[in-house]
């Protein structure tokens, strides 16, 4: 399968940004899609993902929303009130199968990366 993500940018401190992640390619009847981001010199985290569960790491609680399509092919990730530490690269991956999220889960299908940068 793959992801293309799109929807990054550059905004002001306290605005919004709406990432999507559209699949494609081979399909399997379900899927475990998420969020994940990696700011310079820190490790990659999951930020947002939508399995059995809905996982939100805790910076990102009440400001950030993990949404799919009914056919579960794209996945978007609406950002409100974001802030200067929330500058990334963002990716967006999928594992096949529906799986409880908890950043330990590896995923098997990368996009590419979007940049998203927030001025203060």
């Known amino acids: 399968v793959q992801l293309q993500a799109s929807g990054g940018g550059l905004v002001e401190a306290g605005g919004s940004l709406r990432l999507s992640c559209a699949a494609s390619?081979?399909?399997?009847?379900?899927?475990?899609r998420g969020w994940f981001r990696q700011a310079p010199g820190k490790e990659r985290e999951l930020v947002a993902a939508?399995?059995?569960?809905?996982y939100y790491t805790d910076s990102v609680k009440g400001r950030f929303t993990i949404s799919r399509d009914a056919s579960k092919m794209t996945v978007w990730l609406e950002m409100n009130s974001l802030k200067p530490e929330d500058t990334a690269v963002y990716y967006c991956a999928a594992k096949s199968g529906t799986y409880g999220v908890s950043p330990g889960l590896q995923f098997d299908h990368w996009g590419q990366g979007t940049q998203v940068t927030v001025s203060s």
């Open positions: 390619g081979r399909i399997f009847s379900s899927y475990t």
């Open positions: 939508i399995g059995s569960n809905t």
